[in-house]
């Protein structure tokens, strides 16, 4: 009985260095953080532009109605909208019908087209 006794406390003893000694080697050799990894979000320029056919223009009130194929930053469906411009300027020389290609930035509720290029 005592030589059974013994024989387990041994067993015990080198199991328990060699778990020890598994230990301080992974311990050594895998790095941990304990900050959670932050989410990756592509940065603005890796968007393409939003592309399009002008419905309606209202210069006056820095309007554009737009028939889009979906923006991808914002994951808007394809549709039609009415989207605010930020400058007058970039509806120069532009009339309805013609193809652009866009880029948008979200206000509020609102979609603000910072950049506007005729594609025709």
């Not at 603000?112 to 594609?119: D, M, Y």
């Amino acid at each position: 009985m005592r030589r059974v006794a013994l024989l387990t406390m041994g067993l015990c003893v080198l199991a328990l260095g060699g778990a020890v000694g598994a230990a301080e080697k992974i311990a050594h050799f895998t790095p941990v953080s304990l900050a959670p990894a932050a989410p990756k979000v592509a940065p603005a320029e890796e968007f393409p532009l939003a592309a399009g056919r002008i419905l309606a223009i209202d210069a006056e009130h820095k309007l554009l109605t737009v028939e889009h194929r979906g923006i991808a930053r914002y994951h808007v469906d394809p549709g039609k909208a009415v989207l605010h411009v930020d400058q007058a300027g970039l509806l120069l020389g532009l009339t309805p019908g013609d193809k652009v290609r866009f880029d948008v930035e979200r206000v509020g509720r609102r979609y603000l087209v910072t950049r506007l290029e005729n594609s025709n």
